[in-house]
């Protein structure tokens, strides 16, 4: 069975400072690996995936995450963090070779301080 | 495009009624699925459609069932509501299953007493 794990539960960084987010996961086969971003009362919105190919994914609003077979992990990073990235992330994957079902780790709570 | 729309936004419901909730996305995706959102336990699958006649059940499908009558709509109905139930609830649609991201509605919160 595919699993997703966000290791840390909350994020405190400074604005400017760099933004990292952990994210591992686990799948028999091959994963297609994407994460979202969540603000308040509001549904998840799609931030970047890996398909194949280049291990460091640019994405949304400034994030890029990097590929890490060896690892299996795909963390999330941002080279300086904004207030306005104060948001729950969440990671997600799904198995190439059993396609239909999308896996979410826990979330993680980035929280930005001027 | 209005993209994913969910209704009600809220609801709250007595032990042992039943309710649909409704989803919808005018975007012709042929995946649609159901999550339930609980504190520290991100999101958990309930159930999914790869296309009009055909569901399945996801990581917890108990107590809830689901039908794909249209391309367009993915109704998930709660049998006989139960306190466990409570939870913000997101339907979820994407052109199909793969590397294709998913769209998410804005969810519905529903309490159980």
């Known amino acids: 069975a595919q699993s997703v794990a966000q290791p840390e539960d909350q994020v405190n960084v400074a604005e400017g400072n760099p933004l990292t987010v952990k994210c591992t996961y686990s799948?028999?086969?091959?994963?297609?690996l994407f994460w979202y971003v969540q603000y308040p009362n509001r549904g998840l919105q799609f931030l970047l995936k890996y398909i194949t190919g280049d291990n460091l994914v640019k994405g949304s609003y400034g994030f890029e995450a990097e590929f890490n077979k060896s690892q299996t992990s795909f963390h999330l990073k941002k080279p300086s963090a904004l207030v306005s990235d104060s948001a729950l992330y969440f990671c997600?994957?799904?198995?190439?070779?059993?396609?239909?079902?999308?896996?979410f780790g826990g979330g993680t709570r980035v929280l930005v301080k001027p | 495009n209005a993209g994913v729309t969910q209704t009600p936004k809220f609801q709250v419901l007595k032990t042992g009624q039943s309710m649909t909730l409704q989803c919808a996305q005018d975007m012709n995706h042929e995946y649609m699925s159901w999550y339930r959102q609980d504190p520290g336990m991100g999101l958990r699958l309930i159930h999914y459609?790869?296309?009009?006649?055909?569901?399945d059940q996801g990581e917890v499908p108990n107590g809830y069932n689901v039908s794909r009558s249209t391309t367009e709509d993915f109704p998930l109905r709660l049998l006989s509501a139960a306190p466990s139930q409570t939870s913000v609830y997101f339907c979820a649609s994407s052109y199909r299953t793969g590397f294709y991201e998913q769209y998410f509605g804005p969810g519905t919160r529903l309490t159980v007493t």
């Open positions: 997600a994957v799904r198995d190439r070779a059993a396609g239909n079902k999308l896996t």
């Open positions: 459609s790869v296309g009009a006649g055909i569901t």
């Open positions: 799948v028999s086969g091959n994963p297609y």
